[in-house]
């Protein structure tokens, strides 16, 4: 079983970046496709980006595209968001997630999938 633990959220302006991390303990991190999604308040959690088990394909959302990047350190045990160009509409509790799929070189959109989530780390972009 994995536990998830995220940081790096906090208050930015709007055009600024934050790093958040998600370290994963308990077993290692090159079992799973991993993914990131966030929740504003009053709406269903969203996919954000998604990452292979292997590192080599990722898949974002299109209001993300272009601004946000998804990494992985399987030696550190650790994904990354790398969050650029940050919007007001950004604003949201960042979740990462665990999906212990055979498959190496899938990514995992849907939330459903995902096995393990962490608790959560809050992310607000003023304007």
């Known amino acids: 079983q994995a536990q998830l633990v995220e940081s790096g959220g906090g208050l930015v302006q709007a055009g600024g970046s934050l790093r958040l991390s998600c370290a994963a303990s308990?077993?290692?991190?090159?079992?799973?496709?991993m993914g990131w999604f966030r929740q504003a308040p009053g709406n269903e959690r969203e996919f954000v980006a998604a990452i292979s088990r292997s590192g080599t394909n990722t898949h974002y959302a299109d209001s993300v595209k272009g601004r946000f990047t998804i990494s992985r350190d399987n030696a550190k045990n650790t994904v990354y968001l790398q969050m650029n160009s940050l919007k007001p509409e950004d604003t949201a509790v960042y979740h990462c997630?665990?999906?212990?799929?055979?498959?190496?070189?899938?990514?995992?959109?849907?939330?459903?999938?995902?096995?393990?989530w962490g608790q959560g780390t809050q992310v607000t972009v003023s304007s």
């Open positions: 997630a665990a999906d212990s799929t055979f498959y190496p070189y899938i990514v995992v959109i849907v939330p459903n999938e995902y096995d393990y």
């Open positions: 308990g077993r290692t991190l090159n079992r799973y496709a």
